[in-house]
Each structure stands twice: as structure tokens, then as C-alpha cells.
């Protein structure tokens, strides 16, 4: 066993009374969700001397980690054990910890304490450690070449790319988890069906579980994964309750064309948190039902081309990381004036029951005459008039977030006294939107956006689910 004595030379005189006992800044380092046989990121914790003279820790080790599984670091010493600390009056050491958890053999998180003892005196004081061990289905550069169902078992941590052939089918059951390490990608040549579901929902997301620091999660961090592209030969895919998150670029849809189906159906799904845009799509079908699509630096959508129908989806953009490349809404190849001379034809698009409203402006063109573009029961931040293009639209109106973004609280459904609360027209709700992504009923006179109003008496409790 290695046994490190850390000695100077203090001369303040030592402390002998059994009262001078250490302080911590906490009595439990909390390291919280760790994938298994993977190294942690470092967590500290402080040991303060609080009297006026020096006091010399006899012995500080883990009590009870036989397997060692835990690593860690007093004053810049790494050991296993060490022996006569001193801390001089009224100051204080660092104690940095680590660990590498090995594989549980559950498919459920179990949690794993361990303590650090601290002998003063012949007292022991005690840190307890804990950490809850996920194991993991490691993928690495994974090629889909046969229909593959991929189940809840375990989370699966993606490395460098998940790719889905032409003419094969990848399945994601509810509740399955996606965690994608720094760059790697999911490309869907063929077709992604994403089962997710109220009670269950499928995430993708980085593989950063932790926090930056503090209290503040990696899960506010953008471009800690690539995102999703479906290519040109991706046919009728279908995602239902998935939340794809903190990615470089976002769902990207590129020139699938026109198709008796829209070659991306998105139901009460969540796309977030992108450093460029959160869904962009070339010459390409999309039809988005009862989705939050939000915060990208770029703009929260980018259409060029392609028929696209919008219905019950909130578009908001209170991106933390930098300045807003342009509108939340793009629009591009919508007539002549527009045309990217690709001779694909223009743009469709239907923007109905929805909320357009945030930081920055709202659509790249304010004036849509002469294209297929609608909106229709939409609330919009800028002030207007209703023409052909702008049906029944609610102009210059907040729509009451619970987003807090200098708290880093983004939460896009509504307050109470919002002005989107009933506002929306049962005759243009889809069947798909039905339900909004919580499982609640729009009934007969819908609230607009994606999310249903819960009365005042029911907030709390809603919002904290």
C-alpha cells in the first residue's frame, strides 16, 4: 500500500485539544450519474482548519474501497492513503477525487457510496462518496446493415458514427437513450423509427452526464455531438416523443424531394439546443405535430424548398452562447424572387395553432406574397395585419414562457394569463395533436404552441415533472 506523509515546516505550534476538529465543505461528495469502467471527471471538496493553531490529520484514506475504484488527491499529493496533513490555523486544503466504477451487470443506475475518513486525535471524521454506476452499450463506428431494433434495456454511448444503410430500417423502442460522444454523428441513409412515447420517451444527447460546474449541467451545453442527418436515399422516417439535444447542427433533412409521404414526421418530439440550426431540411418533406423546436444559434429552423406542415409547434430561441445568426424562421426557394436555381419545385408550408416568439426576430421574410406559404392562428412577437399569407394571427403578443434564460430555465410551456390559452382553431388541429408531449388533451378549444396550459392549481406540480 502506498502511504504518502505530507510534512512542513510550520512553526505556528500544533494543536493538541481533541476539539480542533476538521470542517468540510460538504459531508458528501456527490459525483452523480458515471458510466461504468469509464474515468470520472475530477470532484473537490474542502477540509478547513478553523482554529489558531496547526492541525496535523493523522490519516486520511477510503475505508472501504478494497477494489479501488476510487482515486484521489490531498494538497497535490496523489496516494492511496496518507498520513501527518498538516493544514496551518484558519486555512485550508483541496481534496480532489476521481473513479473508474466497474461494470454492475444491471441495467438499472446502482448507486455506490464509500467513505474517506479523516483521523484527528484519535477522532475520525467522515466524507462519504457517492455516485450511481450506469452501465452502458459501447457502439463504435456501427454500421446498420439489417432491420436492427435497438431496446431499453441499457443506454448505448455512440462513438464517432451510427450509420443506417439504404433500404434498412433502425428501430428505437420507448425509453431508449442515446448518449453521443464529442463529434460522432447518427446518418440515416435508409430509415429511423423512434418509438418514444409519454411514459417512455427515446433521448439523444451527449455523453457529458455531469456537470460544468457546480449545479450547472452539461445538458445546457451545445456541440457535444454532431446531430442527426437523414440523407438523400432516408425514406419515411417517423419520431415520436424523442428529445435530440445540445448537438453542433441539429436534424438536418437533406434533398429527399417530394413523396407521397413527408419523409420526416416529428410528433410531439423536442429539438434543442444547436449551434447552428435545431432543424434544417433541403428539398425536403417535413411535418412537425406538437414539437418544441428551440434555442439554435443560427435560427431554430431552416427550410429551403420542400412541403412542410407545422402544427402545434412552439418556435422559440433564447440561445445562451452566442448572438442569433439570423431569424428564428428561415425560409428560402420560394418563388421566383427566391429560387436557388436547383429547378426542384418551391416551397410549401403550413404554420398553424403555433407560437413564434423570442429573442431576436421571427421570419426571415415578413412579407410572403406570392408564395405557398401560410401561417394561421399563429402568435407572433412582431406587430402586423393579417393578409393572404397571415390568417388569425395574434401580432405583438408574449406568449408567457416559463423560460428564465439568464437562470437557465427554458421551459416553453405557459404561464397563467397567456395570451396563446384557448386562442387556437379545433378545425385546424391534427389527429396527431391530440395529446401534447406531457399526454395532456387539447380538447375542443386548443391552446397554441406545443404545449398544453395546466391551470394555476396544477403548475407546480406539472412543472416540475
Known amino acids: 500500500m502506498l502511504v504518502m506523509e505530507l510534512t512542513s515546516c510550520i512553526e505556528d505550534g500544533f494543536s493538541t485539544n481533541k476539539n480542533d476538529q476538521p470542517t468540510f465543505s460538504t459531508d458528501t461528495l456527490n459525483m452523480g450519474p458515471i458510466f461504468t469502467e469509464a474515468g470520472t471527471p475530477t470532484h473537490s471538496f474542502t477540509v478547513y482548519n ?7 490529520i493523522s490519516s486520511i484514506k477510503f475505508r472501504d474501497d478494497a477494489e479501488e475504484m476510487f482515486r484521489f488527491n490531498v494538497d497535490g499529493m496523489s496516494g492511496k492513503e496518507f498520513q501527518n496533513v498538516e493544514i496551518r490555523p484558519n486555512d485550508s486544503i483541496y481534496v480532489f477525487v476521481e473513479a473508474t466504477l ?62 443506417v ?19 460522432a454523428t447518427l446518418r440515416v441513409d435508409g430509415t429511423l423509427v423512434s418509438n418514444g ?33 437523414f440523407t438523400p436515399t432516408s425514406r419515411n422516417n417517423y419520431l415520436s416523443h424523442t428529445s435530440i439535444r445540445n448537438t453542433v447542427w441539429g436534424v438536418f433533412v437533406d434533398s429527399i424531394g417530394v413523396q407521397e409521404n413527408p419523409a420526416l414526421t416529428l410528433i410531439n418530439c423536442q429539438l434543442r439546443n444547436s449551434q447552428e440550426y435545431a432543424l434544417a431540411s433541403i428539398h425536403s418533406d417535413v411535418k412537425a405535430v406538437g414539437c418544441e423546436i428551440a434555442d439554435a444559434a443560427a ?96 401580432w405583438g403578443q408574449d406568449p408567457l414562457y416559463y423560460t ?34 406531457y399526454g395532456l388533451p387539447r380538447g375542443t378549444q386548443p391552446d397554441l404552441g406545443a404545449f398544453v396550459y395546466v391551470p394555476a392549481e396544477e403548475e407546480d406540480e406539472e412543472i416540475e415533472n
Open 197 to 229: 412515447t409519454v411514459e417512455q420517451p427515446v433521448n439523444m444527447t451527449g455523453d457529458r452526464i455531469d456537470n460544468v460546474v457546480n449545479d450547472l449541467s452539461f445538458d445546457l451545453m451545445s456541440g457535444q455531438w454532431a446531430g442527426v442527418e
Open 299 to 394: 435560427g431554430v429552423v431552416f427550410l429551403r424548398g420542400g412541403n412542410h406542415i407545422f402544427n402545434h409547434c412552439t418556435f422559440a430561441n433564447y440561445y445562451l452562447f452566442s448572438a442569433f445568426g439570423g431569424a428564428a424562421i428561415q425560409l428560402d426557394h420560394l418563388n421566383e424572387e427566391y429560387d436557388d436555381l436547383s429547378g426542384l419545385p418551391y416551397m410549401t408550408a403550413d404554420f398553424t395553432n403555433s407560437i413564434i416568439y423570442g429573442l431576436g426576430t421571427e421570419i426571415s421574410h415578413g412579407d410572403l406574397t406570392g408564395t405557398a406559404v401560410t401561417l394561421r392562428y399563429c402568435l407572433l412577437k412582431s406587430e402586423g395585419v393579417d393578409d393572404e399569407n397571415f390568417i388569425c394571427c395574434l
Open 50 to 56: 478553523r482554529h489558531d493553531k496547526v492541525m496535523n
Open 102 to 163: 466497474k461494470a454492475n451487470g444491471s441495467d438499472a443506475p446502482i448507486v455506490v457510496d464509500r467513505h474517506i475518513d479523516f483521523v484527528v486525535h484519535g477522532v475520525t471524521s467522515t466524507v462519504v462518496v457517492t455516485a450511481e454506476g450506469q452501465d452502458v452499450e459501447r457502439k463504435h463506428g456501427v454500421i446498420i446493415d439489417t432491420d436492427t431494433r435497438f431496446t431499453a434495456n441499457k443506454p448505448y454511448q455512440i462513438f464517432d458514427s451510427l450509420v
Open 404 to 437: 428564465v434564460r439568464n437562470e437557465y430555465i427554458f421551459d416553453y410551456r405557459l404561464k397563467n394569463e397567456s395570451p396563446a390559452i384557448g386562442a387556437g382553431s379545433p378545425d385546424f388541429m391534427l389527429p396527431e395533436a391530440t395529446f401534447d408531449r
Open 165 to 183: 444503410k439504404e433500404g434498412v430500417t433502425l428501430t428505437l423502442d420507448p425509453g431508449v437513450t442515446l448518449y453521443f460522444h464529442n463529434n
